[in-house]
C-alpha cells in the first residue's frame, strides 16, 4: 500500500480470513501448479508495471492488505493521470437560459483498492444551474474551480483525486445568439454616437474660443481671412485678386464702431 492510500478500515473493507474452504481451494491450487511445473509458472506469472497497481480478488473478497498470492480474479488499475469527457448537459441558468455545457475532467487514482473509475456528471449542472449566462460565458476558471472542489470532495474516499476540470464548449440557442449580437451591436452604435457628440461639444468648444480671441483682436481676423483665401486658391488652383481696400475694410469698419 502506497502512503497516499487509505487503511482498509477507513474504505469499508474488511480483511477476512480464506476460512476452511479457502485454504483447502489454496492448497488445491498450490499443488496443481507444483504437479504442472514448469508450464504452470509462464501461465500463473502476471508482471505489474511501476505506474499499474493489482486489486486481488480472493474467493470474491478484496484482499485489503497485499495484492499477492493466488487469486481467482484480479484487476490492474492505471494510476497515471488520465481523462474523463463529460457528456453535454441541458442547464437552466439562474437567470432562465437553456444552455448545453459539457466539459472534462483530469483525474489520477491514488487507491487502487477504492477506486470508482465514475465521475458524477450531475455536479457540472449543480454548480452551472446557480450560475447566470453571462457569469458562465466570463468566469470559466472560476466555475471549473468550484466543479473540482465538489469531485475532491465527492472521491476523495474513493481513491481518486481530481487534478483538473475544464468546461470545453458552452452553447446557447440560435434565437439568444440573435439577440446577443443584436445587443452588441446596439451598443457599438450608441459608444460610436457618445465618441461623435463628444467629438462635437470638444470642437464647437475649441471654435468658441478661437472666435473670442480673433473678436478680440481685428488684425488677427483679417489675417485669418487672408490664410482662407490663400488656402481657397491652393486648393482650387486659382487666383484670388484682392485690394487693399478689401483687406483693411474690416479694420476701418472695427475703428468705426
Keep these: 500500500m502506497s502512503a497516499t492510500e487509505l487503511p482498509p478500515h ?3 473493507i474488511k480483511s477476512k480470513g480464506l476460512g476452511v474452504c479457502g485454504w483447502i481451494l489454496f492448497s488445491f491450487s498450490f499443488l496443481s501448479m507444483v504437479i504442472t511445473f514448469p508450464i504452470s509458472i509462464w501461465m500463473c506469472l502476471k508482471i505489474i508495471k511501476e505506474y499499474e497497481r493489482a486489486v486481488v480478488f480472493r474467493l470474491g473478497r478484496i484482499q485489503a492488505d497485499k495484492a499477492k498470492g493466488p487469486p ?3 484487476v490492474k488499475v492505471d494510476l497515471r493521470t488520465v481523462t474523463c469527457n463529460i457528456a453535454p448537459q441541458e442547464i437552466l441558468t439562474r437567470d432562465s437560459v437553456t444552455t448545453q455545457v459539457d466539459g472534462m475532467v483530469y483525474y489520477r487514482i491514488y487507491s487502487a483498492v477504492s477506486a470508482v473509475a465514475n465521475v458524477n456528471d450531475t455536479t457540472l449542472r449543480n454548480v452551472l444551474g ?11 476558471e472560476e466555475m471549473a474551480h468550484s466543479i473540482q472542489t465538489l469531485l475532491d470532495d465527492a472521491t476523495k474516499l474513493r481513491g481518486i483525486q481530481v487534478a483538473q476540470v475544464e468546461t470545453k464548449d458552452v452553447r446557447i440557442p440560435g434565437q439568444l445568439q440573435t439577440s446577443m449580437v443584436a445587443e452588441a451591436e446596439a451598443t457599438r452604435e450608441a459608444r460610436a454616437r457618445v465618441l461623435a457628440a463628444e467629438g462635437e461639444m470638444n470642437a464647437s468648444k475649441a471654435l468658441k474660443s478661437a472666435s473670442m480671441v480673433l ?3 481685428p488684425i ?3 489675417l485669418r481671412y487672408l490664410q482662407t483665401l490663400t488656402t481657397v486658391a491652393t486648393e ?5 485678386v484682392s485690394s ?3 483687406c483693411t475694410r474690416g479694420h476701418w469698419w472695427h475703428q468705426l464702431q
Design 215 to 217: 473678436a478680440e483682436s
Design 220 to 222: 488677427a481676423l483679417q
Design 244 to 246: 487693399a481696400h478689401e
Design 130 to 140: 446557480t450560475q447566470t449566462l453571462s457569469q458562465i460565458l466570463a468566469g470559466r
Design 236 to 240: 482650387k488652383n486659382s487666383t484670388i
Design 72 to 74: 481467482d480474479v484480479f
Design 10 to 12: 477507513l474504505l469499508g
